[in-house]
C-alpha cells in the first residue's frame, strides 16, 4: 500500500478504496508457499468475502499485480465491473523480454540466489543491526540510508517521517524476502502458466492499461536492448487493453514503473474514468 500513498485518498473523495498487501508484503503476515498467482488470487477473493466487501469491484493492479487482477477477473469475471493496470506484466512476459535483451536475462537470473542471501540476513538480524554491513548494501540499503532517512524526515514532517520508517520497516522483514523471491520464482519459472490456460473475454468491460514511458531516469541495459524492451512491452499492454472492446491503452510520459508515485494524478483520473464507466 505504501507505492498508493499518493492516489489512495484522492481515489476516495469518490468511491470506496481497499488496499490489498499480498503475504508478506507491507503490513501482512507471511503465507504458505509458493506465493504464487493462484495463491494471490485465492487469499484475495477470501479477504474480500471475510470482511463482507461485496461486489461489483474495479480491480486496480500495478506490475505484477496487473497479472494477479487478470486472473482475477478470469475466475470471478461476475464480481468483476472493470480494470485499471498500471504498468502490468503480461503473460509470456519473460520469454518476450529475455528474446531482445541478453543483458536483462542475465541480470535477472541471479535473482533468485539474491533474495535467498536476504531473506537469511533477515533471519538473523542483519539487516537491522549491521547496518552498512555487506549484508545491508546488497539487499537495496545504500550505506547513507539512515542520514538520508532523517533528512527527509526533517523536511518533510511528523507523518511522512513515520510512513516512511514503516515503508523501511517492512523491507528488513523476513517474511517479505521469502515473498518476494517465492513470487519472483514462481513468473520466472512457470511464465505465468495459471494466466496462459485461462480463456480469456472481457466483453465490454472497461479496461484501462497505463504503460509508462522510461523517458526519466536511466536504465542499466544498452540503449539499442531497452529500446527493443520498450517495444516488446507496449506490444504485450496493448494485447491486455484488446482483451476489452472497451479497452483503452495509454503510454504515460514522465513516468518510470511507478507511474502512481511519478503521476499520481494520470492514475487517480483512469480510476476514475473506469469507475464512472462501470455505474453507468
Known amino acids: 500500500m505504501f507505492t498508493w500513498r499518493k492516489v489512495q485518498p484522492a481515489i476516495a473523495k469518490f468511491?470506496?478504496?481497499?488496499?490489498?498487501d499480498r503475504a508478506g508484503m507491507g503490513f501482512s503476515d507471511g503465507g504458505p508457499l509458493p506465493r504464487d498467482a493462484n495463491a494471490m488470487v485465492t487469499d484475495l477473493h477470501a479477504v474480500l468475502q471475510r470482511a463482507h466487501i461485496a461486489p461489483p469491484y474495479v480491480l486496480v493492479g500495478h506490475s505484477i499485480g496487473g497479472l494477479y487482477a487478470l486472473l482475477y477477473a478470469d475466475r470471478y469475471l461476475q464480481q468483476v465491473a472493470g480494470m485499471v493496470l498500471v504498468d502490468p506484466s503480461f503473460p509470456n512476459q519473460t520469454q518476450a523480454l529475455h528474446a531482445?535483451?541478453?543483458?536483462?536475462?542475465?541480470?535477472?537470473?541471479?535473482?533468485?540466489s539474491a533474495y535467498t542471501f536476504c531473506y537469511k540476513a533477515a533471519l538473523h538480524g542483519q539487516l537491522n543491526v549491521n547496518r552498512g554491513s555487506k549484508a545491508y548494501a546488497m539487499c537495496g540499503f545504500p550505506p547513507n540510508a539512515a542520514a538520508g532517512l532523517q533528512s527527509q524526515c526533517a523536511k518533510n514532517g511528523a507523518?511522512?517521517?513515520?510512513?516512511?520508517?514503516?515503508?523501511?520497516?517492512?523491507?528488513?522483514?523476513?517474511a517479505f524476502w521469502s515473498a518476494l523471491g517465492s513470487e519472483d520464482k514462481a513468473s520466472y519459472d512457470t511464465d505465468s502458466a495459471e494466466d496462459l490456460k485461462e480463456q480469456r473475454s472481457y466483453g465490454a468491460m472497461p479496461l484501462t492499461v497505463l504503460t509508462a514511458a522510461n523517458d526519466i531516469g536511466g536504465s542499466p541495459l544498452p540503449p539499442a536492448e531497452m529500446r527493443a524492451v520498450e517495444r516488446v512491452w507496449t506490444a504485450g499492454h496493448d494485447r491486455l487493453a484488446r482483451l476489452s472492446s472497451a479497452g483503452v491503452h495509454s503510454v504515460i510520459s514522465h513516468s518510470e514503473h511507478f507511474i502512481q508515485l511519478d503521476r499520481p494524478a494520470v492514475v487517480t483520473a483512469a480510476v476514475a474514468k473506469v469507475v464512472s464507466q462501470a455505474k453507468h
Open 15 to 20: 468511491t470506496r478504496v481497499c488496499s490489498f
Open 100 to 112: 531482445v535483451s541478453p543483458t536483462m536475462k542475465h541480470m535477472e537470473a541471479s535473482g533468485g
Open 159 to 174: 507523518a511522512w517521517c513515520e510512513m516512511a520508517h514503516l515503508d523501511a520497516a517492512r523491507l528488513v522483514r523476513p
